[in-house]
């Protein structure tokens, strides 16, 4: 029996994330796939960063006998990419890409080069172009769109629904697998921090509208987990999105407080009264977000 059938059988633990409930952080590996529950596996790209954290979440679903769909395949690194061939013995799908930032979406045409050249199927690339706003690190384009509210199935076993969710990224998807209710959230919702919000890309008017549409979603299809691009599974799904939800206007309320403080001042003057909880050497990142929020609460006339 070869290793990723061993998974197949018996990776339906009691829990759908091993750690989402360790009190200590766990060791993060690139390695080896982690088995959530059956038939669906988190492989973390070795790619630990400030902004990645301890990396880049792919994760795998499906079986050998109808296929997987691999979604966000990661940077290019060859290493993870033939990572996710091996656990899926090249039998995949579809790639999906929730968006097109460099640790995402660029490990997806290796990944399907490796399938073909192994004599598989050559598996479609999925996801939203880039705007013209994105970065030149994050252009991305596509073999086919994505559409809005779009359900891609496995047979009847495996069923992804897609929801166009803008704000981190102007082309930003998540994904609902909707038979076992678990929301795949790209870099819209994190677990151990809040995600950057980078214009003109990025939308802070938009990325809330977007955990709305969450929100909406875990009602309509009774969405118990949240798996991130970067930590572990959250539990409790709209708890979660709510509780971001009230942090970022929590945020906001005192970006408009400094903004009326120093009303002649800089964003990088602001930075220090917004962002005063936050270390020092972290607000360059945050200044990113700031200026989101300040072009939000423009927008709605506030100042």
């Not at 998974?7 to 200590?24: E, V």
């Not at 994050?138 to 076993?157: D, N, W, Y």
Request: proline share 8%; aromatic share 4%; with cysteine.
């Amino acid at each position: 029996m070869t290793r990723t059938s061993q998974l197949l059988t018996h990776a339906n633990g009691p829990s759908l994330d091993p750690h989402a409930s360790s009190q200590r952080a766990a060791e993060w590996q690139s390695e080896n796939p982690v088995p959530l529950q059956k038939n669906l596996w988190r492989l973390t790209a070795p790619n630990p960063s400030v902004m990645t954290g301890p990396g880049t979440n792919s994760y795998v679903v499906g079986s050998v006998d109808l296929g997987f769909f691999v979604i966000d395949p990661g940077p290019a690194d060859a290493s993870h990419q033939q990572r996710l061939f091996d656990v899926t013995q090249g039998q995949i799908r579809g790639i999906l890409c929730t968006h097109s930032h460099p640790d995402h979406s660029p490990g997806a045409r290796p990944l399907q080069a490796l399938c073909e050249q192994a004599g598989k199927a050559k598996p479609v690339i999925l996801g939203l172009p880039s705007a013209a706003t994105a970065r030149p690190d994050s252009r991305f384009t596509p073999e086919r769109v994505l559409a809005e509210g779009e359900i891609l199935s496995l047979s009847s076993h495996f069923s992804l629904k897609a929801l166009h969710t803008p704000g981190h990224a102007a082309n930003h998807v998540c994904l609902v697998l909707l038979e076992d209710g678990v929301l795949f959230s790209g870099d819209h919702i994190l677990n151990g921090s809040t995600t950057v919000i980078d214009g003109p890309d990025g939308h802070m008017g938009d990325y809330l509208d977007s955990l709305d549409r969450l929100d909406a979603a875990c009602v309509a299809h009774d969405i118990n987990y949240i798996l991130p691009a970067h930590g572990h599974v959250l539990n409790n799904a709209r708890d979660a999105i709510a509780h971001l939800k009230n942090h970022r206007l929590q945020r906001e309320a005192k970006v408009l407080a400094a903004m009326q403080a120093l009303p002649e001042g800089e964003p990088q003057d602001w930075v220090a009264l917004a962002y005063d909880d936050t270390p020092p050497g972290l607000w360059p990142i945050a200044l990113r977000s700031l200026l989101a929020h300040a072009q939000r609460i423009r927008e709605l006339g506030l100042v």
